[in-house]
């Protein structure tokens, strides 16, 4: 029997005041030639977000917010695995698992678990409430401990299939997800699909690799299309996180101003942010998501599933297909969207598709309640 351990997180005033010094101690380059962003996180954007974190965010703020929701540790797969595991408030109470992805956190799902859990009070006409689980994934933030083992796609999914039906004891269960949540869920909707009653994403898992000889479908050009115009661009980030993250993790783990950089950069490139991040996402709560990769100390960790993902086969076994029920939320900010022909190739049980007005890859953090809409909506549909 796994032991369940209550869990609150509280850092040092130690570490908070060593942060606070290395934050007054940056040093920061010039700006390269050409339009802010074009090249990477934009310096005057980024010394006032420094000048925020170092005079105005409040970590222990951030701190109480999250420890008003109920964690816990559990030893499983090896490792100290940290959760989040909010009850469901309504007569019926349906178990949802719900992951983030890279360069996110638990603090995604600060303003969704409300609502999940007790739809009714936020104007959602439902059947059921959620009763939500929401990992830190293994080797990010709370699951993370210094020289513990790595974990990819496939091992992340075997923990998580272990936490639900083991340790918690749900049978079945729900799966939302986004970035690697998304191809964590995906893979355990393949691999477990006993277990899972349904799957929703707002990002869809499919393989990125193709033959340049063969002779496409219009849907296949479109996505290979898509892909082509991000790779030079868009993915030089998991390029190195790939290839080299020992490497890339002795900055980031080193100066907090270098790990906000690279993260920030994100929060610009796939946010609907209309050309400033916190447009979309604040500063206190982009600044608790970096804080606690800081920490923690996880950031290195946290690359490992991309370098895991270079060196295997995709997740889903090429021509392999996800029978589960499917809903897609696509949001237009999304870095890929490929068509719903396409996906019926591999999720060939889909019950909703759902184009999105505005919002982009961090749905959790920009759209919580139009989201879990969606969420109710197609687990609704489904009768459970």
Not at 5 to 11: A, F, G, N, T
Not at 210 to 239: H, N, T
Not at 299 to 327: C, D, M
């Amino acid at each position: 029997m796994n032991e369940i351990r209550p869990y609150k997180l509280s850092i040092s005033n130690d570490e908070i005041k060593d942060l606070k010094i290395r934050l007054a101690n940056t040093r920061l380059p010039d700006q390269a030639p050409g339009d802010p962003w074009k090249t990477g996180t934009d310096l005057e954007w980024f010394k006032k977000l420094l000048d925020y974190w170092k005079l105005n965010f409040d970590w222990k703020k951030s701190e109480s917010e999250l420890n008003a929701f109920p964690q816990y540790k559990t030893k499983i797969s090896d490792i100290d695995l940290h959760f989040i595991h909010c009850e469901g408030k309504a007569k019926k109470n349906i178990p949802l698992l719900l992951m983030h992805g890279w360069p996110g956190s638990i603090f995604e799902f600060l303003d969704i678990l409300p609502i999940l859990t007790d739809p009714v009070k936020y104007g959602i006409n439902s059947d059921f409430a959620f009763t939500v689980i929401a990992p830190s994934l293994p080797g990010f933030g709370l699951s993370f401990e210094a020289f513990q083992k790595r974990f990819g796609v496939e091992e992340i999914g075997e923990c998580f299939k272990d936490l639900m039906t083991k340790v918690l004891g749900f049978n079945t269960f729900c799966i939302q997800g986004g970035d690697w949540g998304a191809m964590i869920g995906s893979r355990m909707a393949y691999k477990y699909s006993e277990k899972v009653l349904g799957l929703h994403l707002n990002m869809l898992a499919l393989i990125r690799e193709y033959d340049s000889d063969k002779v496409l479908l219009p849907e296949e050009q479109d996505y290979i299309d898509q892909i082509k115009k991000w790779r030079p661009e868009g993915m030089g980030y998991q390029a190195i996180q790939g290839s080299r993250p020992q490497t890339l993790a002795y900055g980031l783990s080193d100066s907090p101003s270098g790990l906000a950089a690279w993260i920030c950069e994100k929060f610009y490139e796939w946010t609907d942010c209309n050309g400033a991040p916190e447009n979309s996402i604040s500063f206190d709560k982009m600044l608790a998501n970096i804080s606690l990769y800081w920490f923690s100390g996880a950031i290195g960790s946290s690359f490992w599933p991309y370098y895991a993902r270079n060196r295997r086969s995709w997740f889903v076994p090429l021509g392999e297909k996800i029978t589960v029920p499917l809903g897609y939320s696509e949001f237009p900010k999304e870095m890929l969207r490929p068509q719903r022909k396409l996906a019926e190739k591999t999720y060939v049980n889909i019950k909703r598709w759902t184009k999105m007005e505005q919002g982009g890859h961090f749905a959790a953090l920009e759209n919580s309640e139009v989201l879990s809409k969606e969420m109710f909506i197609f687990f609704n549909s489904l009768k459970l």
